[in-house]
Structure formats: structure tokens, C-alpha cells
């Protein structure tokens, strides 16, 4: 969803996949040290967006 959606690049796929876990999975908190996709505050509204799109609610997500 998050890479279809062009939210996250096609050669992060895995950081699409650790949003899109935790959010299928309903965690609510994602504490990561990503700064370039998950915690990047210029993609966060994107992120939450397609993430509500998709029928699911986002993870808050924690930069450490």
C-alpha cells in the first residue's frame, strides 16, 4: 500500500513493510531510527494517510 501508493520509494520496501506490520497488527507505537522513510516528518501525513486509506489505523511513530 505505501509503495503502490509512491508514500515510500521502491527501494525502501522493507521500511514500507515495518509500517504496514505494525499497522495490520494494530501496534501502536513504532520506535525506530529510520529518519529517511518512517520518521521523516515530510512524509508522516502521506504515511497516515494511506495507512487509513487502506481501511487500517497508523502506528505512532517514535524516533529515537
Not at 4 to 12: D, L, S, W
Not at 16 to 21: G, K, T, W, Y
Not at 35 to 44: D, E, G, L, S, V
Request: hydrophobic share 55%; net charge neutral.
Amino acid at each position: 500500500m505505501l509503495v503502490e501508493r509512491v508514500v515510500v520509494p521502491q527501494n525502501a520496501v522493507q521500511d514500507a513493510l515495518h509500517i504496514a506490520v505494525a499497522s495490520v497488527n494494530r501496534i501502536d507505537y513504532l520506535l525506530t531510527w529510520n529518519y529517511k522513510h518512517i520518521a521523516n516528518a515530510a512524509m508522516r501525513e502521506a504515511i497516515n494517510t494511506a495507512v487509513w486509506a487502506a481501511g487500517f489505523e497508523p502506528p505512532v511513530i517514535y524516533a529515537r
